[in-house]
């Protein structure tokens, strides 16, 4: 069983339109998390909820808008992709806000042409 | 959170031991010590954390420096699948759980 999923594993898009990443996680998790890793392979945090609630909110455009609509399930929706959105999203989770460990998805390579 | 320092990349042979070293010499006192790795084309994965004692599991040991400047992963015996980015990061016992990763060690395992 997949404890952290996502789909679609590949994404492949035009400058200007709107894209959906999905993330699940079986783990029975109440915190979920999405980290971009950029083309130099830096990771960094980007949003955070907890019980649906959002917690962690860095830098991000906002053309990007997490949404949780349950605790298992964190979606990234982007619009007006650009081509420096081009990256893997990752999604996260873990057991509670405090230091725990966080278990990652296997990323969605978004590439904007 | 505080920084950490990590060589840029490092080479060991199959069935060796590796020595992963970080240096973060202005560690809290609340500061954790975490490690995760990043295999080829994965998301990344735990694979340890202390505070003050070393620590081992499964994976790896974590051994850490008296004064806590310092700590390192030991890989008993390396393989080919443990071939990958390793990150260290201190995480504060009082903070938000965000990740902050820095470039981590590039580890490679030649056969």
């Known amino acids: 069983d997949t404890a952290v999923s996502q789909t679609p594993k590949y994404l492949v898009t035009q400058m200007g339109n709107d894209k959906s990443i999905k993330c699940e996680q079986n783990?029975?998790?109440?915190?979920m998390y999405w980290y971009k890793q950029d083309s130099k392979k830096f990771l960094k945090i980007m949003f955070s909820?907890?019980?649906?609630?959002?917690?962690i909110n860095e830098t991000v455009p906002n053309r990007f808008s997490p949404k949780s609509p349950d605790k298992a399930h964190l979606n990234l929706h982007i619009n007006s992709l650009e081509l420096g959105d081009s990256a893997v999203y990752f999604c996260?989770?873990?057991?509670?806000?405090?230091?725990?460990?966080?278990?990652f998805g296997p990323g969605t390579r978004l590439l904007v042409l | 959170d505080a920084k950490t320092t990590q060589p840029n990349s490092m080479e060991s042979n199959e069935e060796e031991p590796v020595h992963l070293p970080c240096n973060h010499s202005?560690?809290?006192?609340?500061?954790?010590i975490h490690w995760y790795r990043q295999l080829p084309s994965q998301g990344p994965e735990y694979v340890i954390h202390?505070?003050?004692s070393n620590v081992n599991n499964r994976m790896a040991s974590l051994a850490i420096a008296e004064d806590r400047k310092s700590s390192t992963l030991i890989l008993h015996r390396a393989t080919l699948r443990d071939a990958a980015v390793y990150y260290c990061?201190?995480?504060?016992?009082?903070?938000?759980?965000?990740?902050?990763f820095g470039t981590g060690t590039l580890l490679a395992v030649q056969p």
């Open positions: 996260a989770s873990s057991a509670g806000t405090a230091v725990r460990t966080q278990y």
């Open positions: 909820y907890n019980n649906k609630e959002l917690i």
């Open positions: 783990l029975g998790h109440d915190t």
């Open positions: 990061i201190l995480r504060n016992g009082g903070a938000t759980n965000k990740l902050i």
């Open positions: 202005t560690i809290s006192g609340t500061d954790y």
């Open positions: 202390g505070l003050t």
